[in-house]
């Protein structure tokens, strides 16, 4: 029985063996050596590389400079950061930290539950780091076609859809068969 993304999540965190988690949606894509660039040799808690948006419209998102926040640091890092970090993809997280902490994704949210995950597990962290690398590319044509003509910039506002007319159907047309080519 599906019983949606959160609960998903939820058992991958139990049954995963690695002291790292990171998330990938199923319709996203991730560079070669998306996992070996976030992996850090520092004592950091959570790492965060930005991303590019793919399918009716790409962007990438506000780009992060490579930076190290340690305890000390975490209030500016915070500050700088905290609202960018909506999503759990493009992200490594200590599952130490989410296991020790009892960190889960909310079952009873349809939407914002990466966010809540993301909050309750920066409770409980010292420290931080981001990358300016993009190896994470987000599937926007789900979106595009889930949301109507009014869609998302990558901070959250909402973007009425450039060329929403038939230009915009056939640019997610052609991107649709270029996914599906592989």
């Known amino acids: 029985e599906n019983k ?3 609960s998903a999540r939820n058992l991958g965190i139990i049954m995963s063996e690695s002291e790292w988690i990171t998330f990938i949606d199923s ?6 050596n998306f996992l070996g660039k976030l992996y850090t040799l ?3 808690d959570f790492v965060a590389s930005y991303y590019k948006g793919v399918g009716w419209n790409e962007w990438v998102s506000k780009p992060y400079s490579n930076a190290l926040f340690s305890s000390d ?6 500050s700088q950061y905290l ?9 490594l997280f200590k599952k130490e930290i989410i296991v020790k902490y009892n960190i889960v994704f909310n079952e009873d949210l ?5 966010t809540c995950f993301v909050l309750n597990y920066f409770l409980y962290i010292n420290s931080f780091k981001t990358l300016s690398n993009v190896d994470y590319y987000y599937n926007g044509i789900y979106f595009y076609e889930n949301s109507g003509n009014n869609v998302a910039e990558p901070d959250g506002a909402p973007l009425l859809l450039p060329n929403a007319g038939p230009s915009g159907e056939e640019n997610v047309a ?9």
């Open 174 to 182: 052609r991107r649709r068969r270029d996914l599906h080519r592989g």
């Open 73 to 78: 640091e975490m209030p500016q890092g915070i």
């Open 4 to 6: 949606g993304v959160s």
């Open 83 to 91: 609202f960018h970090f909506n999503t759990v993809w493009s992200k």
């Open 110 to 114: 349809n939407y914002g539950e990466d």
């Open 27 to 32: 319709d996203d894509w991730v560079s070669e």
């Open 42 to 44: 520092e004592n950091v």
